[in-house]
């Protein structure tokens, strides 16, 4: 798979365009401004790196069983919660027991014990598809997908690509880069965005960017008003959620009493009038609004904090977690209540100084104390790359920070999809994304088809033939330099939009079981009939058609074609695929057949299907928006589809048992 990018505009961000952000610690001596180095020592660096986790697991743990309860009504006032359903498991375990919101964070560290505080995208992809098989979802899920496509970040985060970008998944498995990046606030922001970029994209990273920078600064600046002030400077401040925390701001300074008619204000715009597309309670800018109105409300109490965290609802857990962590950054483990992380008689270190991995594939066992020391590692590792020192004797070191670092993507290329490209057909296509555009690009050997040239990542012209082309493309930086090679495939033009007729086994979308199910798209995505596999629209409202049928669950096969009054001799076809759900969307298998002189259905021959389906039926891997390039010898018909197996998917939802197998399809292109 290529490393290239056709979404132009949609990766076009800056990761180091972050304000200077001018700190002042007022409860020491210590001040954090642009190009004076601040210190901290080992000691206490320690101690906040050790809350931070153990807020997390505090926040997790007590949040799990408010997850997407509230979502008409804020939670009820009674508190403290507690940790109710979840001390049974607490016992059970012994211990902390891992979920989403600490796993993949447990994971980042373990690459950066690996290969050093700045893992590349290429390095934790690797780890994803290892570690991560099961239990994930949405934008995570979307991005697992794309990976096991042959994708890396940042294309497994894109609109154009992964349809739930927009979800809360970055803001709640990020904070690793923040607290490993202490006092560094522009740091932490620019790599908490390069991070998120791995399944999110636009605004939906924007969260993960304000809390990135909450959190470097935690440890110089304790007031929870000023770090909201600081996080929002560190935002694109014409960006949405920028917007929306200046609102949380507002809505909290007219009812400084009442967080409950500031949940009313918020749940209104965010949640009940949000537009169809990305409306959900999972959220990222929802769920970040909850998050700041707890933050405003709890007035830097950790309890009642981490109570408004749950009561705010929708996806709970995970603000309260993440808050959980950042009230332990600002205030150490003196902040953090004792009864929250010895729930358990008998314990005497947090947590039993037991982390138990219930979630992730060969993810070991750890020791809560060893995760914190091996974080503290990776911290010093980063203050030193970036410029800082350790002085001081055993016992007694302090850390010196240089809090104008920045931070540089490492240098790499970056795996996506091919250009579509036709003959006779304009190309402005770019290979770079916004994270490596400004290092230096080359080609340096092979041919680019005719009609076709390469300057500084760019490829312009009209290529005048089909067929397919091989060349390398260097990237430097000035210090060191990769090499990568790349083909090219140019199509013939498109001729489905003059098919005479569209064959389906289901050509009409049964939008009573749609409604029946639990859909994690806004309803305006799919299309009502089958008539949109050849409108040339590969996403958006409108464009993904589901063949649901009744609502029985029996073995389906699913085709798609054309029919032509006259014969055509088509010799590739190009099957697109919608957004896939947790209960099904998917081929299982994949085949070409075409109508012969009798008026029969038989197969193509030597048929190749590039790249191939997933090597597995499970949820977990199925790719949203993939493309599959089907080619076979030619054959002159008057009528082709591909056919297939759809797959049947148990879940966990009860409205969705019954549900038969179906393909989620967007587009299926024929050429020559």
């Known amino acids: ?51 931070a986790w153990i807020g997390q697991m505090i926040g997790n743990i007590y949040g799990l069983p408010h997850e997407n309860k509230y979502v008409n009504a804020p939670g009820l006032e009674n508190w403290p919660y507690g940790y109710t359903k979840n001390l049974d498991k607490l016992q059970k375990y012994d211990g902390a027991f891992s979920d989403d919101d600490t796993d993949v964070e447990y994971m980042y560290l373990l690459q950066m014990q690996q290969f050093g505080p700045e893992p590349s995208y290429a390095q934790l992809r690797d780890a994803w598809m290892y570690h991560i098989r099961d239990r994930v979802w949405l934008a995570n899920r979307g991005a697992l997908g794309l990976m096991h496509h042959g994708y890396t970040p940042p294309f497994t985060g894109s609109k154009a690509l992964n349809p739930h970008w927009y979800q809360i998944d970055p ?23 390069w991070a998120a970029r791995i399944t999110s994209d636009d605004w939906g990273v924007e969260p993960t960017i304000h809390y990135g920078a909450m959190y470097a600064a935690a440890f110089f600046e304790k007031d929870m008003r000023k770090l909201i002030d600081i996080g929002l400077a560190a935002l694109p401040q014409n960006g949405r959620y920028a917007a929306t925390v200046r609102e949380m701001i507002e809505i909290h300074d007219r009812n400084p009493k009442d967080w409950k008619a500031a949940w009313k204000e918020m749940a209104q715009k965010y949640y009940v009038d949000e537009p169809d597309m990305t409306k959900t309670i999972w ?27 749950c009561a705010m609802g929708f996806d709970a857990d995970n603000q309260a977690a993440t808050v959980a962590g950042l009230m332990g950054v600002i205030n150490g483990m003196k902040g953090l209540p004792e009864n929250l992380y010895l729930p358990v008689k008998g314990w005497t270190k947090p947590f039993n100084d037991k982390y138990i991995n219930i979630t992730r594939y060969d993810l070991k066992d750890a020791r809560i104390s060893e995760i914190i020391d091996n974080t503290v590692k990776a911290a010093i590792d980063l203050v030193l790359l970036k410029g800082g020192s350790i002085s001081g004797k055993p016992g007694k070191e302090v850390v010196t920070i240089n809090p104008d670092a920045v931070f540089d993507a490492p240098l790499e ?38 009609g076709l040239s390469f300057s500084k990542g760019q490829l312009k012209g009209v290529p005048a033939k089909a067929g397919s082309f091989d060349f390398q493309l260097q990237l430097d930086n000035g210090k060191e330099k990769i090499l990568r090679t790349f083909t090219l495939m140019v199509r013939t033009e498109n001729f489905a939009a003059s098919a005479d007729t569209i064959y389906a086994n289901v050509r009409q979308l049964n939008e009573k079981v749609l409604d029946s199910c639990w859909v994690t ?8 009939d089958v ?3 050849n409108d040339g629209k590969i996403s958006g409202p409108g464009s993904v058609f589901y063949s649901l049928a009744a609502k029985t669950k029996i073995p389906k096969v699913d085709y798609y074609g054309y029919g032509w009054d006259n014969p055509q001799t088509i010799s590739m076809l190009a099957f697109n695929t919608g957004g896939m759900e947790e209960f099904g969307g998917w081929f299982t298998s994949l085949n070409v057949q ?16 590039n790249p191939p389906l997933p090597a597995s039926d499970i949820v977990f891997i199925q790719p949203h928006y993939a493309e599959y390039v089907i080619t076979f010898n030619p054959v002159k018909t008057k009528g082709i589809r591909i056919i297939g197996d759809a797959m049947i998917q148990d879940h966990w939802n009860k409205y969705t048992k019954k549900v038969s197998g179906f393909t989620s399809i967007t587009e299926l292109s024929v050429y020559h």
């Open 594 to 609: 075409y109508l012969n002189d009798a008026g029969r259905w038989v197969p193509v021959e030597r048929s190749a299907v």
């Open 171 to 193: 803001q709640l498995i990020n904070e690793i880069w923040a607290f490993t990046a202490p006092g560094m606030v522009n740091y932490s922001a620019g790599k908490s965005e």
């Open 413 to 450: 290329f970056y795996l996506g999809p091919m250009p579509v490209l036709e003959t006779g057909k304009p190309v402005d296509f770019t290979f770079y994304t916004e994270a490596n555009k400004k290092y230096n690009w080359s080609l340096v050997s092979g041919k680019l088809p005719d």
């Open 1 to 51: 798979m290529m490393d290239i990018s056709p979404m132009k505009n949609n990766l076009s961000r800056h990761f180091c365009r972050f304000p200077i952000v001018v700190l002042i610690f007022l409860t020491g001596t210590l001040v954090v401004s642009a190009g004076k180095p601040v210190r901290i020592s080992k000691a206490e660096l320690h101690d906040k790196i050790a809350a």
């Open 531 to 533: 008539s949109v596999i």
């Open 521 to 528: 798209f806004g309803k305006s995505l799919y299309a009502k």
């Open 283 to 309: 959220n990222a800018n929802l769920n970040g609004a909850c998050a700041i109105l707890a933050m405003l409300y709890g007035e830097g109490d950790f309890q009642r904090t981490l109570d408004l965290s």
